[in-house]
């Protein structure tokens, strides 16, 4: 163990806790956005996913992610219930490889909870479960193989800091799958499913995503470092002007300067900036959270126009950032930080960024599209309408997220 470093290795605990607590805030952020009745199954979803996923993530899920490659399209087995991961680093690392695979399931509980928002207020609880258990193994272990373990992304040069592929694309365009086939949520006469119940949830949920977002990006570095303190100024930059953006085009085009708006924009600036936070300087981060803000919002407003029913706009918000950045990086990449990117003169990184990205879009759209036509056609996937209309706290949970007298 002589190769870790002590400071590293306290930086990445503590990042393995900022992310964590971004599951509540994720459950704050998208039970406010959602109808009273439907809060706290819309909070259980964020829930089940710690609890899912990171049992998922010990017994198989860390091994086809991040065991030796099988062709860069998945990992073997060999680390099965963790076999042979211990306090060791990994080659090229300075953290125990045990907390590296903590860190690293951490990330892998967050991206299906996301797509989540696509489902909500209509999916069953149980073909909830199943979907998370068959996702993570055959859609976001493949994927995040292919861009942080020896897969053929990796190999042709594309980059992705802390999640842009892996967590936001791929969480992004599967919800717009999810969309598609769930179909439109059932509403009662003069009902509006566009009303957010609680934007004072939907601001503390920002909140907390916005501090647990330095250890999701700071803490990629895997060492305290300077390249850990890029990752947290461009973290912040990015969440600031997406913010500002979205709120000032809102204000703009609405004459009103919305809360909702300024959060949404804050969540799509740590978004996009995410795949690029160690790789470019600060002003490309701000540049990449103001293009963040104006991609995600033309994006929802288009999204609504079709009337395709992503609950939440997980697709506007997490998949076009996550695009944006994506591609930004290939663009804004420093010399310094990286190779540099297209306005350096580093074309060929541009177009591994370029290819990575309908990777993630063409995979997982269609390995949701058929997880979920599994899963409907052996236990079913949405509750009927008269549940809808109940709410599903009390038709799925028996349970309620208020309680009035």
């Avoid at 829930?47 to 062709?71: D, E, R």
């Avoid at 080659?91 to 696509?118: C, D, R, S, Y």
Wanted: net charge negative.
């Amino acid at each position: 163990m002589d190769a870790m470093n002590a400071s590293s290795v306290a930086w990445v605990m503590v990042s393995v806790a900022l992310v964590m607590i971004m599951l509540p805030g994720l459950s704050l952020f998208y039970s406010g956005l959602v109808r009273g009745k439907n809060a706290l199954a819309t909070a259980m979803h964020s829930f089940a996913c710690l609890a899912i996923v990171l049992v998922v993530w010990m017994l198989w899920g860390y091994s086809l992610a991040f065991g030796p490659s099988v062709n860069g399209i998945i990992g073997n087995l060999d680390h099965v219930a963790l076999n042979g991961v211990g306090l060791e680093p990994r080659p090229g690392q300075e953290i125990p490889e045990l907390l590296f695979m903590l860190f690293q399931g951490m990330f892998a509980v967050i991206t299906p909870a996301l797509l989540a928002g696509a489902l909500a207020e209509r999916v069953k609880f149980r073909a909830f479960g199943a979907f998370v258990v068959i996702w993570v193994t055959f859609v976001y272990c493949p994927i995040a193989h292919w861009v942080w373990g020896d897969g053929w992304l990796h190999g042709l040069g594309a980059l992705d800091f802390a999640g842009g592929f892996a967590v936001h694309i791929s969480s992004g365009v599967a919800a717009l799958a999810a969309a598609h086939i769930l179909g439109r949520r059932e509403t009662a006469a003069g009902e509006s499913v566009q009303q957010p119940h609680s934007l004072m949830l939907v601001l503390l949920g920002t909140g907390l995503l916005w501090f647990g977002w330095f250890g999701f990006n700071g803490g990629s570095a895997l060492a305290a470092d300077g390249i850990a303190v890029i990752a947290l100024v461009n973290t912040n930059v990015a969440a600031a002007a997406g913010a500002l953006a979205w709120l000032l085009l809102s204000w703009r085009l609405t004459h009103k300067p919305s809360v909702l708006g300024a959060a949404s924009g804050a969540i799509a600036g740590l978004v996009a900036v995410t795949p690029a936070a160690g790789f470019v300087e600060p002003v490309a981060a701000l540049i990449i959270g103001i293009g963040a803000s104006v991609v995600s919002y033309i994006a929802a407003v288009s999204r609504i126009k079709a009337m395709v029913d992503d609950a939440l706009d997980v697709w506007a918000i997490h998949g076009m950032s996550g695009t944006w950045g994506s591609l930004a990086l290939g663009l804004f990449a420093s010399t310094t930080l990286a190779n540099g990117g297209l306005f350096t003169g580093n074309g060929d990184f541009f177009l591994a960024q370029v290819v990575g990205t309908a990777a993630m879009w063409v995979f997982a759209f269609v390995a949701t599209w058929i997880a979920f036509r599994v899963i409907e056609a052996a236990i079913g996937l949405r509750t009927t309408p008269e549940e809808e209309a109940l709410g599903l706290d009390v038709s799925e949970h028996g349970e309620a997220a208020y309680m009035f007298q």
